[in-house]
């Protein structure tokens, strides 16, 4: 059984040298705490090639550089809307893998983009200035805009990005500048059957088997970018007790948060989340009986829904456990004591209060937020893209500081390659999301609610879906470029039914943003500060801030754990795999893999565990070890460690990865993938 | 927007009186309470005919005897499984709506049971006599044990029920004994589509435009049953202010509840829930876009699936309500207090951790206990039969007080009416319902787990579930009549593939069921008496206990509500039906309506809302003015009323009906159903 069983979690301060716990900064790394406990620790060089050589994904996963001619290894679930993409019904690469042979047959993938973190520099300084003395809209509307300029300096051209991050719930500002690759191509991806071998049942699970590997190329001017650094491969891999280390991009945790924050979570916001989410899951799964081509297209959908649904489910689990929620209580309770008892902090003492009372503001506004703004009632591309379209003819000509941050110059080049994106997009699909979410609408409004009439008049979700996908161009990338480039001027001059429905509803879509924005989103950002300087009054600095999906280092070792009193061995093998399988899927192996049966070596290591403290983003984050050589792949945690959204707990929580062995025996025996091992391996060698 | 408002609600004891707060039994109804109130109380004469007026649909339903010849007033929704179960994909009464113009051409539902209730009596000093100095099993055992004894010993024949009722959760145990009814046969019903006008997005909202009613008719020895009771029609119908009484059966309440039992709902139980039928509803919803014939037969499904999610929905708000759970919480420590302060009471002071500490213990157990023995792993009409036939086999000839409960002979003629009823099974539902379940039975309890093991093997869920109905005969009545007459013996004997998994599992069910009916039922149950016993002792014994689907009496009036600010006037026309028609299900009017529309006078009320009482199970209960006439039929609560569950909100709590004006406006020039109008009103005159 899946419990979460975090006894107390550690979740800040000097507590944390005692665990290994921490997605660190790679500018703020506690090289002495690890040196103490391991008698190792990265120097700057070590730091600065880790840096360098790992990747983010810009859609929310990380990944590596492996090779000097710009090989990238992430997850084949990082890929897998790139292979759904390229695939089409009659070669679903998805089910049956792809591997170019040649580089000539490597494919380029619609939307992704791929980063290397470049530089850090610190911003706080000139953050805090542009917004001193300031608070509610005045406050948040200079956060954004400073962040704006900072960042359009920073960006000489679309090859850069820059990030203004906001560390520490505000407490520090640091511009995190990238390296921006965005002609992406496929190189390998196993079948999904062995990538995601177990499927939902296992997913979260260990002990596991699963090769949840794909390989992509960054290109520069139509060829291979060169890599000055990248991650050579470890000879020996890895074994139990092993010191590792994990680079990559976790997307976010919330250890920081507010006990009022925290109780929003448990009571409203997740328990809102997986009801919506099971039934959307509900509604795909039976979606997938219409026949193998609608199985296929809605396949990736499925797995998104139900991959967040495990991982909220986890995250709700342990916000029920009584004991670490009252640990969690009670650490609040002593640093707000300190606040209160002490003249320089006092000033901050208000602000949990007021942090309270906007997540209470916002439970009163989530519905119209979430559907009118949010899309939750608009489950479409169709009406994503005509909404990007219908934003860009306001904001574009605007001046930066007075745009919606997402039309801030820097990340112009992300929308235009999401709205350029050759990848299909299925009517039918469409059709049964855009009915489903438009009924909830309806049902969470209200059918009286006049947004609710503006948008259905006196038609069913159904027909008001039909039509609106019988009354589309938008499938036409052409029509899409015609109407960024034309901007305003064009789309309001379009008949598209979806451009016309963004535009008409766009006010109100506005006005509860801008409600949203101006008492509620200002009123935590301002607060969230306020509780962080307190923090770093009571507790020092040398912690590491909530993760914010941008590149972290945590240390650990291969362990393996207890879980209802049985001890889980930290590695397994292909023999594993072979036994587990059923012939049915979600248990059954590839063909490739029963007829390379013979050749395979049983004892070769598969997938293994470690302590490091990773989260959701750090799918296909390299594990290295002390030499900085590749070691493992992450690719998930285990059930226990979806509670580390909130706090870490060294007992149980583990990270689970392939291990770099399982790799490079798999490309080699099975797939014989005799080009991306040599690459991979220039020293070449027999693998056992 | 529907946000639960309960502002204090009164929970219980002398706060009672200010508010038309209460479901009362017949046998303790607060005459001199409502008397002081209205100037108007029932006396001995009046209440008696009322109980004897007033029936129940033991499936879960209320309903009312309104002629001499056994015709019974319900709700449409209430029938709606035998309309449902007597349609055929050609001759759909759900859509098409029923009337047997002739007494022969009234046909038998295949499931119905109406009880009448005729006795009510004390046996609290038996009952406790058996228990005391009991606890944990032994006292749960004899607690059954006794109860099955009364009930049998009151039970002359099939046609008497007998059932022991546990009052105030312990505190009193009294003996209900009805005249039951199996022969019951469809009379009326209108077509769904107004039935249920306004569908999902209307359920549980006023003002509403519902004509939820059907009319059935009990039979006896082949003939109409005689009622020496019946309500008669009141003429004049009823108008706002006026006072009302409901007489129905409130299936439960939640008022007494600790404490821990209430955050147990709230953060584990209705979030559960409320998933599994977002799931649910996702899925089914989606079935129907299979074709007509599958919209059909899984109509009633998703039907109960989203008025269920919408109920507990609107739980779980009023739970999360902190303004009321405060007041909770602030009366249970005022409670134990006194309780702790008192020698006297202080042999109760422990219940409360008791019921904590089960509640938790359930936590624990919840996933098997459901899935295992609750079936939730094995949705399926079929197995649900198969299960029946197993476990009739073994527990049939064991000695009354060794059975499980529903095994006691006193509960047989429900037992064989479920098991021998001809209603049509759906092979296609049946596949898809338990595919689902079996994927969830695995995703629950892990793929791991020996009992997953057992049922899966190395199967899939759909193979499992492909196979059973493949290989099994429950679909033939005479197959299933065979099995239950020839016994264990035949069971043991048979190689139907459902029987065969139940037998196979059954260990492990009972296992689970012995833990939580030893270790969580009994605990909760004997501390609940205690905690009945200790609010007796310290609130007096004038107040009424949780409604347990047994006849009670509710006082109110006709009466709006604000809500947001906007006063919600208490009864509708149909002028406003036709308003607010946009001809697209759930909003389209049956072509009956609009054909009819010239003759309908628009003025005539439709529906209204009453400050009554009421809960889910109520639905079907005649609403009676003070001459004990008909004025209206109860269908539903405004969404506000759902937190009722725990507390009753004067302010905003309405119960809602169908006016009696507009069920003969209906009848008469919509329906042309002279037939039944002459039945309600020999004193026939013309509708306005």
């Known amino acids: 059984m899946k419990r979460i069983a975090i006894v107390i979690a550690l979740v800040a301060g000097a507590a944390v040298s005692h665990a290994d716990e921490g997605m660190w900064t790679y500018n703020h790394f506690p090289s002495d705490q690890v040196k103490q406990k391991y008698g190792f620790s990265p120097d700057a060089k070590w730091l600065e090639h880790a840096q360098l050589s790992s990747a983010r994904i810009s859609q929310g996963c990380s990944a590596s550089f492996v090779s000097e001619n710009g090989l990238v290894m992430t997850n084949h679930h990082c890929a897998r809307s790139c292979i759904q993409q390229l695939s089409t019904p009659k070669n679903d690469m998805v089910a049956q893998g792809f591997y170019a042979k040649n580089l000539p047959d490597e494919v380029k993938c619609p939307e992704m983009e791929i980063n290397q973190l470049v530089e850090i520099s610190d911003v706080t300084a000139r953050m805090s200035k542009a917004t001193a003395g300031l608070s509610g809209k005045p406050y948040n509307d200079a956060e954004k805009a400073e962040s704006s300029r900072i960042e359009k300096e920073c960006a000489s051209s679309d090859s850069v990005r820059c990030d203004v991050v906001s560390l520490y719930h505000g407490g520090a500002y640091n511009l995190y500048k990238y390296r921006r690759y965005q002609d992406v191509r496929l190189v390998f991806a196993p079948e999904e059957a062995i990538a995601f071998f177990g499927g939902d049942p296992d997913n979260f699970m260990f002990p596991r088997y699963d090769l949840d590997v794909s390989f992509v190329r960054v290109y520069d001017g139509g060829k291979p970018a060169h890599m000055d650094s990248y991650f050579r491969w470890s000879p020996a891999g890895v074994k139990d007790g092993d010191l590792t280390f994990v680079s990559g991009h976790p997307g976010g945790t919330q250890r920081q948060l507010t006990i009022a924050e925290l109780e929003a979570q448990r009571e409203w916001n997740l328990p809102r989340a997986l009801i919506r989410l099971a039934e959307m899951r509900g509604m795909i799964a039976e979606y997938q009986n219409r026949g193998p081509e609608e199985k296929r297209h809605s396949n990736a959908m499925l797995f998104g829904i139900e991959n967040s649904f495990k991982a909220l489910n986890g995250r709700l689990e342990a916000l029920q456990d009584k ?166 001027k064009a789309v309001d001059a379009s008949d598209d039914a979806f451009i016309k429905l963004a535009r008409f509803i766009d006010g109100d879509a506005r006005a509860i943003r801008k409600r949203y924005e101006d008492n509620i989103e200002s009123v935590l950002k301002k607060n969230d500060e306020a509780i962080a300087k307190a923090r770093f009054a009571v507790e020092g600095m040398n912690t590491y801030p909530d993760a914010t999906f941008t590149l972290r280092l945590s240390y650990g070792t291969v362990k393996g754990y207890n879980e209802n009193g049985r001890f889980i061995a930290p590695l397994t093998n292909f023999a594993g795999a072979f036994e587990r399988a059923t012939g049915r899927d979600p248990f059954a192996l590839p063909a490739t893999w029963n007829a390379a049966k013979p050749k395979l070596v049983m004892k070769t290591p598969f997938d293994f565990c470690t302590t490091n403290d990773i989260i959701g983003g750090n799918s296909g984050s390299p594990v290295i070890n002390q030499k900085g050589e590749i070691v493992g792949l992450i690719f998930d945690g285990n059930i226990q460690s979806l509670g580390g959204e909130y706090g870490f707990d060294p007992k149980v929580n583990r990270a689970v990865a392939v291990h770099s062995e399982a790799l490079i025996h798999a490309l080699d025996k099975i797939y014989g993938a005799e080009r991306i091992v040599n690459e991979l391996r220039p020293q070449k060698r027999a693998t056992r």
Chains 1, 2 share one sequence.
């Open 323 to 488: 004991e670490f929620f009252a640990s969690k209580v009670a650490e609040e309770k002593a640093l707000r004591a300190k606040v209160d008892n002490d003249a320089a902090l006092k000033q901050y003492a208000a602000a949990w209060d007021a942090v309270a009372k906007a997540e209470s503001e916002y439970h009163q506004i989530e519905n119209p937020y979430e559907f009118m703004e949010g899309n939750a009632g608009f489950s479409s591309t169709y009406f994503g893209l005509a909404k990007l379209l219908v934003r860009a003819g306001d904001e574009r000509p605007k001046p930066l500081d007075k745009r919606f941050r997402e039309y801030r110059d820097s990340n112009l080049p992300a929308l235009t390659q999401r709205l350029l994106s050759p990848a299909p997009i299925y009517d039918e699909l469409e059709t049964a999301r855009l009915t489903w979410s438009l009924t909830k609408l309806r049902e969470k409004l209200g059918a009286d609610h006049p947004f609710v009439k503006k948008v259905l008049g006196k038609q069913s979700p159904a027909e008001v879906a039909k039509n609106l996908i019988a009354h589309t161009k938008l499938r036409d990338v052409a029509y899409r470029k015609q109407l960024w480039d034309g901007g305003k």
